[in-house]
């Protein structure tokens, strides 16, 4: 019986480190222009689809989060470069506004810091 315990232990254990640390596939897109604006449809949902996101550098951008994701972790969005902070309602759609005036690599993050994404101005 302890065998067992002790092999159910390391399995968790094991599925538990590949959750957090291990590689998972992501998805890339790069934005839509509707009326002079890059727009990118982001689906939450156990995660960020897609998360990777190429912008233009000066045109004005958006991303539209669609939150359906009922879990706490994913109730809010955090862009710790850019100063951002926005709340994602279940079953909503939220936007944000992203600065383009200077290129680089922007994180984004659930508010719990599990899940994340990255936002390419070039």
Avoid at 81 to 97: D, F, K, N, R, W
Wanted: glycine share 10%; hydrophobic share 45%.
């Amino acid at each position: 019986m302890t065998v067992l315990v002790g092999i159910i232990c390391v399995v968790l254990i094991a599925g538990i480190a590949w959750w957090f640390f291990g590689h998972h596939a992501t998805t890339a897109t790069a934005a839509k222009v509707i009326d002079g604006q890059q727009v990118v449809d982001i689906t939450v949902q156990g995660g960020y689809s897609p998360d990777q996101v190429t912008l233009q550098q000066g045109m004005p951008a958006v991303l539209r989060f669609h939150q359906l994701d009922a879990s706490s972790c994913l109730d809010e969005v955090v862009f710790p470069e850019l100063g951002i902070q926005q709340a994602l309602p279940y079953q909503s759609t939220q936007s944000v506004e992203i600065d383009t005036t200077k290129a680089g690599e922007y994180n984004w993050a659930c508010g719990m810091n599990m899940f994340h994404g990255k936002v390419t101005v070039k």
